[in-house]
């Protein structure tokens, strides 16, 4: 089955040369007939290989979305299915994308359009201060205990004779060193950017977060998943840790497991002056805590906002100035049972 002609009018964009993926369903099956080239492109199988799976599974539909369709079918109507998260079947590793799903009934069959949704979900675009004018009242609360901290590790590290504890104590100190080069920083948060010209290894950076926050909960379960390939980001490796720190901390205070994924993500980008940049170095922290509740998830990067009891709500707004800073952006996504945070960085300009 090549083509069809919908008796409809929506049907009237649903053809083989359409520049977006189309599927037509046979109800009682459910399963795929017929997919224009975009279609089988994007699922990574044939026509006739797609025939054979179930088309709700194949093509990553939640329950919410396969109900609203079929009942648009069951009343011979059509409905766009907004904002709805599917997984792309041609990645196979979970991965998730927004798109507007159209149905409609056509010949005793659903026919089906995705159209993937062209703006960041609930992302921070670049250029935003949310935390300006707040970095000398932090930075001067920072900076008070740092040096009784940094001499208790010291006369700590007389006491201890094991390598893992004298490893724990380095630690301490090596991060003790930082906190104070970004309270140094942060007394002038709002009105200059750090530096980003600097390689980063993100991934080094990721296991060294890592690191410190399993050091102070041993009960977390963390999952890496990091591109070999990936190249080096332009960035500060200070700040970029501190965001990753607060990322981390933040999944690890909803959840139990916790996933560290990074990945090249083609076709993004971001409008700064004089054009737009390529944002393709994509950093995930994902937890399976219980959500953020779909009223606050817009508000998470603006200061002062928690969904913690006790939470100040800087964490978050400190992860979207720096990456602003960068020249990145950075994305939330969540439902109940898993939550991520994706960091979207450019890379050198000379990479």
């Not at 929506?10 to 040369?17: H, K, N, Q, V």
């Not at 011979?76 to 799903?101: F, K, M, N, Q, Y």
């Not at 301490?172 to 530096?195: H, K, N, Q, Y």
């Amino acid at each position: 089955m090549n083509s069809f002609n919908p008796d409809l009018p929506l049907g009237a964009l649903f053809t083989e040369d359409a520049p977006f993926p189309c599927f037509l369903v046979h109800p009682a099956e459910e399963t795929i007939v017929w997919a224009n080239d975009m279609a089988q492109n994007w699922v990574g199988l044939s026509l006739r290989r797609m025939g054979a799976k179930p088309v709700w599974s194949l093509l990553g539909i939640d329950e919410e979305s396969k109900s609203s369709i079929l009942k648009a079918y069951n009343q011979g109507a059509a409905v766009t299915v907004r904002d709805s998260e599917v997984t792309l079947p041609s990645e196979g590793d979970g991965e998730t994308r927004v798109c507007h799903i159209s149905a409609f009934a056509t010949q005793g069959h659903i026919g089906l359009s995705f159209r993937f949704a062209k703006a960041q979900p609930r992302s921070l675009k670049m250029g935003g201060q949310v935390v300006s004018g707040m970095g000398r009242l932090i930075a001067h609360e920072l900076k008070n205990p740092l040096a009784g901290i940094k001499g208790a590790a010291q006369l700590l590290s007389d006491d201890v004779t094991s390598e893992e504890g004298q490893a724990l104590i380095n630690l301490i100190s090596s991060e003790i060193d930082r906190i104070r080069r970004l309270a140094d920083r942060m007394e002038t948060l709002g009105d200059r950017d750090p530096e980003v010209g600097e390689r980063v290894n993100i991934h080094e950076i990721l296991r060294r977060a890592r690191k410190i926050i399993q050091s102070a909960d041993g009960a977390l379960q963390f999952t890496e998943s990091y591109d070999p390939s990936l190249p080096h980001a332009a960035g500060d490796p200070d700040t970029l840790m501190q965001a990753l720190l607060n990322l981390i901390k933040n999944a690890s205070e909803a959840g139990t497991h916790i996933t560290l994924k990074t990945k090249f993500r083609s076709g993004v980008s971001a409008t700064v002056e004089g054009g737009k940049v390529s944002l393709p170095i994509e950093i995930q922290v994902i937890d399976n805590g219980p959500g953020i509740p779909p009223d606050l998830v817009d508000q998470v990067f603006q200061p002062f906002m928690s969904t913690k009891k006790d939470g100040q709500g800087l964490g978050l707004a400190l992860v979207s100035k720096v990456a602003s800073a960068h020249g990145g952006v950075v994305e939330v996504r969540s439902h109940p049972g898993k939550t991520k945070f994706s960091l979207l960085l450019p890379v050198p300009e000379d990479a």
